[in-house]
């Protein structure tokens, strides 16, 4: 009898090892955050600016945050750190929420997010490169066009910033890119009104 207790304790014990093995780290999500403070506006005006769907390139367009080994053209995926929605959702929403003050101020109402169609101005940006190394820097690379409602360019330019990345960690990584992408914004906010002022 004592030896079936032993073995029964040890199968419990082999059970529970393997139990612990099962069992995966939790995954993280993540989101790009502007910063900025909620707006009101008791009457908006009524010229307005839609920011289009953001292209970024195919290694974005995964759920994985995507870090680079410094020094190297190598990328890691990360497994269990992974966006809380599309990057090119996320862009799109902080760049929204830095123009929009701005833009009011200028008499241009900034479109919600979802609006497809439609506008006085419509942004396009595209996005190069958006990613960063661990303990080094983030780095944002990107196209923008302003157009007219009938399509025509007004105006295009580049932008590119890098920002450090002041640890081995994904809340600092994202808090880095988050960084960059509201300097794109800020940046868009200097050079659109007087863009817009001209029509």
């Known amino acids: 009898m004592p030896r079936i207790l032993t073995l029964l304790a040890l199968l419990a014990l082999g059970l529970a090892a393997l139990a612990g093995c099962g069992r995966s780290?939790?995954?993280?999500?993540?989101?790009?955050?502007?910063?900025?403070?909620?707006?009101?506006?008791?009457?908006?005006?009524?010229?307005?600016?839609?920011?289009?769907?953001?292209?970024?390139?195919?290694?974005?367009?995964?759920?994985?945050?995507?870090?680079?080994?410094?020094?190297?053209?190598?990328?890691?995926?990360?497994e269990f750190h992974l966006w809380a929605e599309?990057?090119?959702?996320?862009?799109?929403?902080?760049?929204?929420?830095t123009l929009t003050p701005p833009l009011l101020e200028a008499g241009v109402t900034v479109l919600p997010?979802?609006?497809?169609?439609?506008?006085?101005?419509?942004?396009?940006?595209?996005?190069?490169?958006?990613?960063?190394?661990f303990n080094e820097?983030?780095?944002?690379e990107s196209r923008w066009?302003?157009?007219?409602?009938?399509?025509?360019?007004?105006?295009?330019?580049?932008?590119?910033a890098e920002e450090m990345v002041g640890g081995n960690d994904y809340n600092v990584l994202v808090a880095a890119e988050s960084r960059l992408v509201r300097r794109m914004g800020d940046y868009l906010a200097e050079k659109l009104p007087p863009l817009l002022k001209r029509r």
């Open 25 to 78: 780290k939790p995954t993280n999500y993540y989101l790009l955050e502007s910063g900025m403070p909620p707006v009101t506006a008791d009457d908006l005006p009524p010229a307005t600016l839609r920011v289009a769907m953001v292209e970024v390139p195919s290694y974005l367009n995964r759920n994985n945050i995507v870090s680079r080994v410094a020094g190297e053209t190598r990328l890691i995926l990360a």
């Open 137 to 140: 820097k983030a780095v944002l």
């Open 113 to 133: 997010t979802g609006t497809a169609n439609g506008g006085d101005y419509v942004l396009l940006i595209d996005v190069q490169r958006l990613d960063g190394n």
């Open 86 to 97: 599309p990057v090119s959702n996320g862009v799109r929403r902080v760049v929204e929420e």
């Open 145 to 160: 066009t302003l157009l007219d409602k009938k399509e025509a360019p007004l105006a295009d330019g580049i932008f590119a």
